[in-house]
């Protein structure tokens, strides 16, 4: 069975202060896995895609790592405005065009004090 | 339109109410999705569809969900008979697939919450 999980639970940084997150996975054909973040009453936000291992993605503050078997989102010197949940998902390959499904992890909420 | 509208914002039923939810997703997309979002952070996914066609519907409860895509018309998500443990966010997404473009993009979810 798929999983996806992700940690920490909660991780609470001083503004400046650089930290990781971590999101391992399961899936048999990885099609694609996404960083989302979410603030409080919306909806997830996308932020990065990575297909292969080995790839990264930076975004201002933010930047994705990719592995055989897991995931990182490295925030470097983040600040208050940073504090969300950022959710992890893969996408599983259905063969050929066929979409597939996307397989949440439960989200790591961060917060970052000034 | 350039997001995924989801609508209404907030619903409140009585149990055993019908509940239903409408999803327009961002023009030229061709494949949509629905996820409950219950306790803490959990996403369980419901339906998908590939233009008007369900996709992959292992994840309804298909006693009291169902859901439709018709061409030119919002997405539909309705719930015959709520149950209190229907409470929860729902989330539509859309996605163009197609190629290297299969990132799916939310929209900000309706609260369902069932009295």
């Known amino acids: 069975e798929d999983q996806v999980t992700q940690s920490p639970e909660a991780l609470r940084l001083q503004e400046g202060e650089s930290s990781s997150l971590n999101c391992s996975y399961t899936?048999?054909?990885?099609?694609?896995l996404f960083w989302y973040r979410q603030d409080p009453g919306k909806g997830p936000e996308f932020l990065f895609t990575?297909?292969?291992a080995g790839e990264e993605k930076e975004k201002e503050r933010l930047k994705a790592t990719l592995t055989k078997k897991e995931s990182f989102l490295h925030i470097t010197a983040p600040k208050p405005e940073d504090s969300a949940t950022y959710l992890c998902?893969?996408?599983?390959?259905?063969?050929?065009?066929?979409?597939?499904?996307?397989?949440f992890g439960q989200g790591t909420i961060l917060t970052v004090h000034p | 339109g350039e997001e995924v509208a989801q609508t209404p914002k907030h619903l409140v039923r009585g149990e055993g109410q019908k509940a239903k939810l409408y999803c327009a997703p961002i023009?030229?997309?061709?494949?949509v999705f629905w996820y409950q979002q219950v306790l803490k952070n959990e996403f369980k996914f419901l339906i998908s569809?590939?233009?008007?066609?369900?996709?992959?519907e292992t994840g309804m409860p298909k006693e009291r969900f169902s859901a439709k895509c018709l061409p030119n018309s919002p997405c539909s998500l309705e719930i015959q008979a709520t149950k209190l443990e229907d409470s929860a966010v729902y989330f539509c997404a859309s996605s163009p697939w197609g190629g290297r473009k299969p990132e799916a993009f939310f929209g900000q979810g309706t609260r369902l919450t069932v009295v």
């Open positions: 899936v048999s054909g990885l099609r694609g």
């Open positions: 990575l297909y292969s």
């Open positions: 998902a893969v996408l599983k390959n259905a063969g050929g065009t066929s979409y597939g499904k996307l397989t």
């Open positions: 569809f590939q233009n008007e066609n369900v996709f992959d």
């Open positions: 023009k030229g997309h061709s494949y």
